[in-house]
């Protein structure tokens, strides 16, 4: 049973929670305050989790997925527990995500009570609503803004009460690394998404435009990283460029691979995103 609900949560995927979060404390003035960066950091998790149990629940129901699928397992769609269990699942994890967002609203005021509300509609309705925006292709746009700007924002917004250039920048970082996942998983999935109607940017625009996507986003971060040492005038913050070679090798394998073999893509775009993040940390600490 906690096996199935571990399937549910999709671990491998919560380097999207994750990962911005650090970014965000790694530019934090020290010293950070460590309750505030804890409540931050578990209220990202569970509405990252409680997006995926939707996302789980709500495209069996729509028919995305199905028997055929080419990704990992969906616990709704292999009738391991069912879509009303995974619903209600979701709605605790948004419970415990407002519940961390208590502190951070204390402390920050009006902004994060925003960020927070937008942060558990918007989860909703990425799959849910009468305008889903996963089906709608709006899913890049939703990830670049909720996993990126305002993932690092509001973090470091809670530990500094402003934001600045480095941390705007910081956020399309954490939101380019994020859609290079979703973009994978899109494109692995086009043909069942064509069959539900599921119009991701990938079926509007066809899959040359999503490995262009792909590799927009896996290159781009590397860019902005060094706007972010300048904008910071910390050399060490350079040391993120060290995993150029992995976004490399994932937009190389991107041009060549197709179904199945996209899920060994997903798993480098993974590892992408948390060497950039480790990297990121590192350095903000040496500097």
């Known amino acids: 049973m906690i096996r199935n609900w571990l399937l549910a949560a999709r ?3 919560l380097s999207a929670a994750v990962v911005p979060v650090m970014l965000g404390l790694a530019l934090a003035p020290r010293p950070i305050h460590v ?4 409540c931050t950091l578990f209220g990202a998790l569970f509405i990252q989790i409680a997006t995926n149990f939707i996302n789980d629940a709500l495209d069996f129901k729509k028919g995305a997925d199905t028997t055929e699928r080419l990704g990992p397992v969906r616990v709704t769609q292999a009738g391991l527990i069912s879509a009303e269990g995974v619903m209600r699942a979701a709605y605790v994890c948004f419970g415990l995500a407002a519940l961390c967002g ?10 994060l009570l925003a960020i927070g509300v937008a942060s558990i509609l918007c989860s909703y309705i990425y799959t849910g609503g009468p305008y889903p925006l ?14 990126g700007f305002v993932a690092v924002a509001g973090t470091y917004y809670v530990q500094a009460l402003t934001i600045d250039r480095a941390v ?11 859609t290079v996942l979703l973009v994978i998983n899109n494109l692995r999935d086009v043909e069942s998404d064509r069959v539900s109607s599921k119009k991701t ?9 999503a490995r262009f996507e792909i590799a927009f986003f896996a290159f781009t971060p590397f860019v902005a990283q060094l706007f ?5 005038n910390r050399s060490w913050l350079l040391l993120p460029l ?21 899920n060994r893509c997903l798993a480098m775009a993974g590892a992408l995103q948390w060497a950039f993040g480790i990297l990121f940390v590192i350095g903000s600490l040496i500097g």
């Open 102 to 111: 208590i502190p951070l609203i204390l402390r920050g005021g009006w902004p």
């Open 201 to 209: 940017m990938v079926v509007r625009l066809g899959e040359g435009f």
């Open 242 to 262: 060290g995993a150029a070679f992995i976004a490399l090798e994932l937009i190389n394998r991107i041009r060549r691979s197709h179904g199945r073999e996209l």
């Open 35 to 38: 309750g505030l960066a804890a």
């Open 11 to 13: 671990p491998k995927t």
């Open 134 to 147: 996963a089906y709608n292709g709006l899913g890049e746009l939703f990830v670049m803004i909720f996993f």
């Open 168 to 178: 705007i920048l910081a956020g399309y970082i954490a939101g380019s690394l994020a």
């Open 228 to 232: 972010v040492a300048g904008a910071r």
